[in-house]
């Protein structure tokens, strides 16, 4: 019997379309959940962080909730099993990022200025022994070296490259995404994604991952990493679970959208949702993992 198979059905779970046509893209990203919570599980050292998507249309311009809402509630869970971690974001996106992480003081944030060099962070994080560089809904490279927004508009204006942070080495790597536009999703063919994206070729993010985990949602690929660490790591299955939690998550969004402020990356608007959908659809998955945890202990 295979003790890490609730880690598939978990996979399974978030890999649900939400209306952007990325089903056919989740065949060709199956299994990286099992490959990116096996990676986790033994990283030892520190664990680096990479988020935040700046919306320069949104009311007001600001980050939006996905990613920073979602790098919190793992740094919640990291610390609750003795694991440090840091996040790295930009200058944009650090107000976000530090409201998201408020109540995690202790893990410290890396900004890199709005045009400036990842040189510095990644000096830093090799002096902190980071093992582990895990970008979620980080806005990435494409093939012009541009960084483009789902609507095909580039917004390098706005936004530091943070690419070369994440394969700086010597650490592992994985991300998370929803779109083709994030890092870690040149770890598909750039010509599945512009089969199946709007404006798919010119937005695809060529920077690849060790493991990639593509979900409807990229804020549920943090809800599937707790659940799937629960079940690899016996040790750690009642902090994770404690984490997976819809008070806490929704009590991060909330810090988020008021104190940085953040913004839906859909709407654009200072509301309390990720790509559209209100806390109730989140945490409807949210729970369904929790099932599969609990039926699997």
């Known amino acids: ?5 609730p880690i598939d059905a ?12 990325i089903a056919p893209m989740f065949e060709a990203a199956r299994g990286g959940l099992r490959g990116a919570v096996a990676a986790l599980a033994d990283a030892g050292g520190t664990i680096g ?30 610390r609750r099993v003795g694991v ?3 996040v790295c974001t930009d200058e944009l996106c650090a107000p976000a990022c530090r409201a998201a992480l408020a109540d995690v003081a202790e893990v410290p944030v890396d ?17 902190a022994d980071v093992r582990l560089a895990l970008a979620l809904e980080r806005c990435g490279r494409t093939a012009d070296g541009t960084v483009r927004n789902m609507r095909g508009h580039d917004i390098g204006a706005y936004t530091t490259l943070l690419d070369d ?13 929803d779109g083709g536009n994030e890092i870690g999703m040149g770890s598909l063919p750039r010509a ?10 010119d937005i695809a993010c060529v920077t690849p991952a060790t493991h990639l985990i593509l979900a409807g949602v990229s804020h549920w690929g943090a809800y599937a ?19 997976l939690d819809t008070g806490l998550d929704q009590a991060i969004l909330e810090a988020t959208v008021r104190n940085g402020p953040a913004v839906d990356g859909v709407t654009r608007q200072q509301t309390l949702t990720i790509d559209s959908l209100d806390c109730a659809a989140h945490h409807r998955v949210l729970e369904e993992i929790r099932g599969l945890v609990i039926g699997a202990a």
């Not at 019997?1 to 198979?5: E, K, P, Q, S, T």
């Not at 009311?59 to 919640?76: K, S």
Request: contains cysteine; charged residues 15%.
């Open 1 to 5: 019997m295979d003790r890490l198979a």
């Open 165 to 177: 942070l994440f394969v700086a080495g010597p650490w592992d790597t994985i991300a998370v995404g």
């Open 84 to 86: 440090s971690c840091r």
């Open 10 to 21: 978990i996979e399974a779970v978030i890999q649900q379309d939400v209306g952007r046509n």
């Open 49 to 78: 962080l990479i988020t935040g998507f700046y919306v320069p249309g949104g009311t007001p311009p600001a980050a939006e909730t996905d990613g920073p809402v979602a790098t919190a509630l793992l740094a919640h869970a990291f």
């Open 111 to 127: 900004v890199v200025p709005l045009g400036g060099s990842v040189d510095k962070v990644i000096a830093v994080w090799r002096a």
């Open 225 to 243: 990493l707790l659940g799937g660490l629960a079940v690899a790591r016996p040790d750690w299955h009642t902090a994770m679970l404690n984490c």
């Open 192 to 201: 599945l994604i512009g089969a199946h994206i709007a404006h798919g070729e």
